[in-house]
């Protein structure tokens, strides 16, 4: 457990007694140590998109290194755009994901297939709005060299148990080659989705030439503010 009260209260922009309160209400995941609050990077992030509240891909790099964090064009880019994906009900539909031409082909199918369903047990990736983020958790790394996304939207809405109990109709699903780059593509989709015009493009089940077009806009303005040019990786 590598974050301390005072690390949460940085990422997510509140006071650190608003990070004591959620602990202590079991709102946010947190584990005690030694009598003191600690948190995983994992859970954290997770929980953060989840709840709809952006973290800053910019934590994961120091200032005037943005450049070099992962491309969310690239990546999806690397898994597709696929639009009506079959299936009546969650199982089904993640085992359609599975046979999509962007799995690369160092991940069988059927264990693809187990580590998601696996990740939807512990908690619905489902973060409300009819979007969900499938990965897989346990474990989390994937034999890719670089990070895929496999942007799915589906032939129906299914329940997915999201928060807001709304039907998934998009998927966003998340292939990492380490646990830190798959934080940063969660904060990269997290960015993405709390912009209107990619948000928009996603609500009307835009072409892939528009969605990859749009993320390249979006890693292009990250690197802007952080006075680089987004890393094509």
Known sequence: M?????????????????????????????????????????????????????????????????????????????????HDIPGDKRESVLDAVTRVAGVPATI???????????????????????????????PLVMRVDDPVILLCFLAREIDFGALDATPVRVLFVTLAPSIHTHLQMLSRISHALHDERFRTLVRSRATAAELIADAGRLDDGLASQDGATAAPR
């Open 108 to 138: 069988p199918q059927y264990q693809l297939y187990e580590l998601l369903m696996s990740r939807e047990a512990l908690a619905s990736t489902g973060i409300g709005d009819g979007i969900a983020i499938p990965h897989p958790r346990d």
């Open 2 to 82: 590598e974050l301390s009260v005072r690390d949460v209260a940085r990422l997510l922009h509140v006071s650190e007694e608003t990070v004591f309160r959620w602990a202590r209400d079991h709102e946010l995941p947190a584990h005690r140590a030694n009598g003191e609050y600690r948190f995983n990077r994992v859970e954290l992030q997770e929980w953060a998109t989840s709840e709809g509240r952006p973290v800053s891909p910019e934590l994961f790099a120091p200032r005037g290194l943005v450049r070099l964090l992962p491309s969310l064009r690239s990546a999806i880019e690397r898994g597709g755009v696929y």
